[in-house]
């Protein structure tokens, strides 16, 4: 079945630098692309969406890029923090179900930034 | 800031026995979901409940699983006989209208199956 799954499972990065998070898709049939953010101890936490027509959205310090020809998307974040340190979901939505419909996620990259 | 919450946080419980997860969606969000995560894993669908009937199930919501929303705040996810396998962290999350894909979710509920 369609699985969205995760090129690196952890990130390492110092304080202030950029950091690229990678997942790699294979439902090229979903409407919606998703980064949610999972501190310890808490729930997923919505960071920024995709339509699939779309390219490129950027929102406050995050960046996400999608490219349909190779089933790859990746959430580049700006001058990275340490409350940015958590795990890093892509999710979709898939086409053919409700606009509310449920998210399926994938594997999960952990991200430590060094102070 | 409205916040989804849930109850209990930890749940331990003997094989075969039953337990309900609760869940206090965001007050204006129309559409609810559960999802669990076992330990080192991804987060995976359970099920969506809109309008107070089940929308939408994944393979693993079978019949031992039941959802309510008894009132008009709570949500909860009933197992009838836990199994091993069912020990995982479940969450509970909500949508508002015209939102498609801001899911709120709460801390969940780690449930323990001995």
């Known amino acids: 079945g369609e699985s969205v799954g995760l090129h690196l499972p952890t990130l390492s990065v110092q304080e202030g630098d950029n950091s690229i998070i990678n997942c790699a898709y294979s439902?090229?049939?979903?409407?919606?692309f998703i980064w949610y953010k999972q501190e310890s101890g808490k729930g997923p936490q919505f960071i920024i969406d995709?339509?699939?027509?779309?390219d490129k959205r950027q929102g406050q310090r995050v960046t996400v890029l999608l490219n349909k020809t190779v089933k790859h998307l990746s959430l580049q974040i700006a001058a990275t923090q340490p409350g940015d340190s958590a795990v890093y979901f892509c999710?979709?939505?898939?086409?053919?179900?409700?606009?509310?419909?449920?998210?399926?996620f994938g594997q999960g990259t952990i991200l430590t930034v060094h102070p | 800031e409205p916040e989804v919450t849930q109850t209990p946080s930890h749940q331990v419980t003997q094989m075969g026995q039953e337990v309900i997860l609760r869940c206090v969606p965001i007050s204006n969000h129309l559409y609810f979901y559960w999802y669990r995560q076992i330990l080192g894993q991804k987060v995976e669908f359970l099920v969506s409940f809109y309008n107070n009937e089940i929308s939408e199930k994944s393979e693993i919501f079978d019949d031992q699983f039941s959802v309510e929303r008894p009132d008009g705040s709570n949500f909860t996810l009933k197992i009838r006989s836990t199994k091993l396998e069912d020990s995982a962290m479940y969450f509970c999350a909500s949508l508002r209208q015209g939102s498609y894909n801001e899911q709120f979710f709460g801390p969940g509920t780690r449930l323990t199956v001995l």
């Open positions: 995709i339509r699939s027509n779309m």
């Open positions: 439902n090229s049939a979903s409407d919606y």
């Open positions: 999710a979709e939505k898939g086409a053919g179900g409700t606009s509310y419909g449920k998210l399926t």
